[in-house]
């Protein structure tokens, strides 16, 4: 019978209320929509505020404009006679079970909620610790990664300044070397042309030797003992005249 009235009441929201054909088709774009790839929300690290342990506050705030302050209270104890005058919910032993156990857990959440609580947000913290240290890691790997990438470009970039520098420098080398030929061969050439004059001038000094020495001995040969003896003796009086000309001066 409460399906029934659930069922009913819908029908009624979708065909008069704007509000209740907005949620149907909420509910319809909702299961038939395809599935977004924007990122999440991240999740609230505390929930919402209820009310007796387990009701929402939201619930009470949406029943306010319309019922008042006692509304939800009215809802939820209406219901209740309703439930138990209709036998749809029958007291048996089960609920006095049930009673003791919600007892027990209410107890128990009050007395050892809050540790259990700590307990979890320790677990929680030294979790999203150990996940925070790796991003930090991953991180500066990353980072340290995209500097060497940002290195290795800018050495890249100069790779044409080092290629020229290096074709200048073969260039110079094979400059150098050409004139290390060439200043090679001019002093060898030098060299061969040195000896050639030298040989020459040896040459004309043997040459003026030889008719130094065959003149010399030609003379030798053709002065006579007599020639001799009258150019020594001419000599001797040549020398004696001198010898008077400076002393009588």
């Not at 009701?55 to 809802?75: A, D, R, S, W």
């Not at 006579?224 to 001066?249: F, G, V, Y």
Request: hydrophobic share 40%; glycine share 6%.
């Amino acid at each position: 019978m409460l399906s029934r009235l659930v069922v009913v009441s819908a029908r009624g929201l979708k065909s008069r209320s704007p509000l209740g054909a907005g949620l149907v088709q909420a509910s319809r774009s909702l299961h038939t929509s395809s599935q977004s790839l924007a990122p999440m929300p991240p999740l609230p690290e505390k929930g919402g505020q209820v009310r007796h342990g387990v009701i929402p506050e939201e619930f009470f705030q949406l029943l306010y404009p319309k019922t008042g302050v006692t509304g939800p209270y009215m809802l939820g104890t209406g219901l209740l006679m309703y439930m138990l005058s209709k036998e749809i919910y029958i007291i048996n032993h089960e609920t006095l079970a049930a009673i003791s156990i919600a007892t027990v857990i209410i107890c128990g959440v009050k007395k050892f909620g809050q540790d259990v609580a700590n307990f979890a947000d320790k677990l929680n913290d030294d979790k999203v610790a150990k996940v925070q240290e790796v991003k930090d890691a991953s991180l500066s790997s990353l980072t340290q990664a995209i500097e060497n990438e940002k290195k290795e470009q800018w050495r890249v970039e100069g790779r044409s300044m080092l290629f020229d520098a290096k074709r200048n420098n073969v260039a110079l080398q094979l400059e150098t070397n050409y004139r290390e030929r060439l200043h090679m061969v001019t002093n060898e050439v030098k060299r061969r042309l040195d000896y050639q004059v030298a040989l020459q001038n040896l040459h004309i000094q043997m040459e003026k030797d030889h008719m130094v020495k065959w003149v010399e001995k030609n003379v030798i040969g053709s002065i006579t003992p007599q020639q001799e003896k009258d150019s020594i003796a001419k000599c001797i009086t040549d020398l004696k005249a001198l010898a008077k000309t400076s002393a009588t001066a």
